[in-house]
């Protein structure tokens, strides 16, 4: 702390002089008498009833935000006490329109005459640069500089939580910008009643708040969990307390820190992985993150990119592979069902169940889905010169057919060719959202209307609408393998076989078993009816010249 001498009247004219030539505003205060004086323009902006006063501490609580209080005033105790020879804090002050700005505060403690005085400049920074006008967080800058100063001044861990609203982007759209707010303060203020340490909670961009808390005592992710259930319980009652005229759920993400390893930006970006996952998960929940969790993903996004590399160039590692289909009357071949194989130069063969859903989720699944069409089209028109009633089964993305002009990417590759519409089965997995997207059902009479044919392929084992049977939409029923495995041997799987077998064949529809390996369950199932058998038993997906080898030898190909 300065020790020096001055006159306090010569100071307050130097201070209104040249208070007169700076934007910022002049301060003296006198912390031991508790008196203040500050540039005259002060009054002008900010909720001071004067630019100077003896009651300084009680007026400057009244302008000071109330979550800033508590910092300022252990800065003041701290230099009155010795421990600290200068001010530096950036906090909230009212303004004479009763907003609060963000100012920056700096300053000397200085000791004379026996009194201590702390003398400095108040800069305005703005409402924008480290407040949230709407809840009266910190922004994530403050969150940034706080970690760091952890890290500067002690070792220290603890969690990060990111919370986020769920759909907060549709209850924008539909009920408007200023419920938005209404929902961000809900959540804030749930925070709040648990987290009252303004230097513990501050707003992210978007619709995410932060919630930094250093471990005091055991270090247990445990209490991470336990906060987050509170401050969905506590929102849970203010939407009841308001009759559900606004109803949303939160979903949390949870990062771990140690500020000895730890950089800020690390951390954040963990925080924020395992907000993600929460989102994938089903929302309204709380996820933690895990590292293995984390390079999973990260090998997930560089096998994306391959894909996405292979695709723009060339298709580059795909292929086709054809599987049989025979008729069970006199074990002809009655067609082929087009699979999809990678072979990535970068990471060698990869399995459709691991690249497909990659596809799918970044869209890719549907230029690779043109490709497909085209490519077993081509296939399909060379096979039926020797098999004239040769049909080609074509699997169908429930992204191709709800996010691009299926039936046009269909026509114009199948067009090319002379084998006809009815030559092609299209078989998709059924799913919720297939029903709940009024598009998809207009997609589906586009296709009839073609005299296409449709399959509902692994029927049993998951989703399943029998109103589609009903309604004639599909007209093959592919029953899948896990109903077909020892078959012969255990009688739930008889028993529901033969149930699909009879209801499809009483409503005018065809049945594929799948997954036939073996002479006593290929027996079973011609016993009960089934019109098609696909798997093992006729033979594996293979390459067009094996498939031609294998299943089209007995015949002069074209």
């Known amino acids: 702390m300065i020790r020096r001498d001055f006159d306090l009247e ?9 208070g007169q030539s700076t934007d910022d505003y002049l301060y003296i205060l006198d912390l031991t008498n508790d008196k203040a004086v500050y540039s005259k323009s002060i009054t002008n902006v900010f909720a001071l009833d004067s630019e100077e006063f003896s009651n300084a501490m009680q007026e400057l609580v009244k302008v000071v935000h109330p979550d800033d209080i508590d910092m300022l005033m252990n800065d003041i105790k701290d230099g009155m006490n010795g421990r600290k020879s200068s001010h530096n804090l950036e906090y909230r002050w009212k303004t004479v329109d009763g907003e609060y700005v963000a100012i920056n505060c700096r300053g000397q403690y200085i000791i004379s005459h026996g009194a201590i005085y702390l003398i400095g400049r108040i800069s305005e920074i703005g409402k924008q640069s480290r407040f949230d006008n709407n809840t009266g967080l910190y922004r994530e800058i403050v ?11 002690r070792n220290a861990s603890g969690f990060l939580m990111l919370v986020g609203v769920d759909n907060f982007k549709e209850i924008n759209e539909k009920y408007g910008a200023k419920t938005g707010d209404e929902v961000l303060n809900i959540l804030t203020d749930s925070i709040k009643k648990y987290i009252d340490t303004p230097l513990r909670i501050f707003r992210m961009p978007g619709d995410e708040c932060a919630i930094f808390m250093p471990y005091s005592m055991e270090n247990d992710i445990n209490q991470a969990k336990i906060l987050y259930k509170r401050i969905r319980n506590r929102i849970d009652r203010a939407i009841e307390i308001r009759k559900y005229d606004i109803f949303f759920t939160i ?10 390893k730890d950089s800020f930006n690390e951390l954040l970006k963990n925080a924020k992985f395992a907000l993600h996952a929460a989102k994938l998960n ?6 933690i993150f895990v590292e293995t969790e984390y390079t999973e993903y990260i090998e997930k996004l560089s096998v994306q990119d391959e894909l996405r590399r ?16 025979y008729n069970t009357d006199d074990d002809s071949l009655s067609g082929a069902e087009a699979l999809i194989r990678w072979n990535s130069r970068k990471y060698g063969f990869i399995g459709p169940n691991t690249f497909i859903p990659l596809l799918e989720d970044s869209a890719l699944i549907i230029p690779l889905g043109r490709w497909i069409i085209n490519t077993a089209a081509k296939a399909c028109n060379r096979w039926i010169t020797s098999i004239p009633d040769f049909v080609m089964h074509i699997n169908l993305s429930f992204v191709q057919i709800v996010k691009s002009n299926i039936i046009k990417d269909v026509l114009e590759n199948i067009e090319r060719y002379s084998a006809a519409n009815n030559h092609y089965v ?10 709940q997207i009024p598009a998809v059902q207009n997609v589906f009479k586009e296709f009839v209307k073609n005299e296409f044919r449709f399959a509902i392929d692994d029927f049993g084992t998951g989703y399943s609408n029998y109103g589609y049977m009903r309604d004639r939409t599909f007209d093959i029923v592919k ?3 896990s109903f077909v495995t020892d078959i012969d041997k255990l009688k739930d799987n008889y028993l529901m076989v033969s149930f699909i077998i009879k209801m499809a064949h009483e409503m005018g529809l065809h049945v594929c078993i799948e997954g036939v390996e073996t002479k006593e369950e290929l027996s079973c199932v011609k016993k009960l009816g089934a019109d098609y058998i696909q798997g093992y038993y006729y033979g594996k997906p293979v390459c067009l010249q094996d498939f031609e080898e294998q299943h089209l030898k007995r015949f002069v190909l074209g």
């Open 479 to 481: 029953v899948d393998r």
């Open 143 to 153: 969150l940034e500089n706080v970690y760091n100063e952890y890290a500067k001044t």
């Open 310 to 325: 292979c695709i723009s160039e060339g298709f580059e590692g795909f292929e086709l592979y054809f599987q049989p289909i």
């Open 282 to 287: 089903g929302k309204n929940r709380c996820e």
């Open 10 to 18: 010569e100071m307050k004219y130097f201070l209104h002089l040249v």
């Open 426 to 435: 299209f078989e998709i997995t059924e799913t919720i959202e297939m029903d």
């Open 251 to 260: 979903s949390a993400g949870v990062a771990e820190f140690d500020t000895e």
